[in-house]
């Protein structure tokens, strides 16, 4: 079989454009899907904050500058963030994914990081995100630098009107594992 026939092929089988049968058609026209409800349990994030970092020990601690906003007609939370000292910036995208019923995170930053999350949802008063995470220890321009591949969990509490609290946990290759935490204020 020809490369051109595996493509015609792989175009031909894709699911793509296929619609669902089940008699529920996208909207067509002037009307946007209207985003999902589930979305809004990650309202607590929206506006500016300013958050203390307590670093695991031996760590230094930093300020953490958040800005989230709704983007795609409500689908999707974008928090723009900066992290100093390290002149990190970085973006997570939060959103719902209605197939698998979780929330998902995506992470990237400035430095090469990245990371990919999901949450089963609010438990107890608890919201936690867990997935891989592949961060540059030391960045460089070239394109290429050393980093570690961890496993992340994020556990965020609300602690009141414009408060929440980010207790972070990262787990090493070893199994060695460092904590820290975010207190965040809005402004």
Same mark, same amino acid.
């Given at each position: 079989?020809?490369?051109?026939?595996? %493509?015609?092929?792989?175009?031909?089988?894709?699911? %793509?454009?296929?619609?669902?049968? $089940?008699?529920?058609?996208?909207?067509?026209?002037?009307?946007?899907?209207?985003?999902?409800?589930?979305?809004?349990?990650?309202?607590?994030? +929206?506006?500016?904050?300013?958050?203390?970092?307590?670093?695991?020990?031996?760590?230094?601690?930093?300020? +953490?500058?958040? $800005?989230?906003?709704?983007?795609?007609?409500?689908?999707?939370?974008?928090?723009?963030?900066?992290?100093?000292?390290?002149?990190? %910036?970085?973006?997570?995208?939060?959103? /719902? &994914?209605?197939?698998?019923?979780?929330?998902?995170?995506? #992470?990237?930053?400035? /430095?090469?990081?990245?990371?990919? #999350?999901?949450?089963?949802?609010?438990?107890?008063?608890?919201?936690?995100?867990?997935?891989?995470? @592949?961060?540059?220890? @030391?960045? &460089?321009? $070239?394109?290429?630098?050393?980093?570690?591949? +961890?496993?992340?969990?994020? &556990?965020?509490?609300?602690?009141?009107?414009?408060?929440?609290? &980010?207790?972070?946990?990262? $787990?090493?290759?070893?199994?060695?594992?460092?904590?820290?935490?975010?207190?965040?204020?809005?402004?």
């Amino acid at each position: 079989m020809g490369a051109a026939t595996v %493509v015609l092929v792989a175009l031909t089988v894709s699911p %793509v454009s296929a619609e669902p049968d $089940t008699g529920a058609r996208p909207p067509r026209g002037g009307d946007p899907l209207p985003a999902p409800p589930q979305i809004r349990a990650l309202d607590f994030l +929206l506006g500016s904050y300013t958050c203390g970092y307590t670093p695991p020990p031996g760590g230094r601690p930093a300020v +953490l500058k958040l $800005t989230t906003k709704r983007a795609m007609d409500g689908h999707y939370l974008y928090t723009d963030a900066t992290l100093e000292p390290g002149n990190v %910036v970085g973006r997570s995208t939060f959103g /719902w &994914n209605p197939v698998d019923g979780t929330f998902i995170n995506q #992470y990237h930053d400035n /430095w090469g990081s990245s990371g990919s #999350y999901t949450s089963s949802g609010w438990q107890d008063g608890h919201l936690v995100f867990r997935g891989p995470l @592949t961060q540059v220890i @030391t960045p &460089n321009a $070239t394109g290429r630098t050393s980093g570690v591949k +961890l496993n992340l969990l994020d &556990n965020y509490q609300v602690l009141g009107r414009g408060h929440f609290k &980010n207790a972070t946990s990262f $787990t090493f290759p070893d199994g060695s594992t460092l904590q820290g935490s975010y207190d965040c204020h809005r402004q």
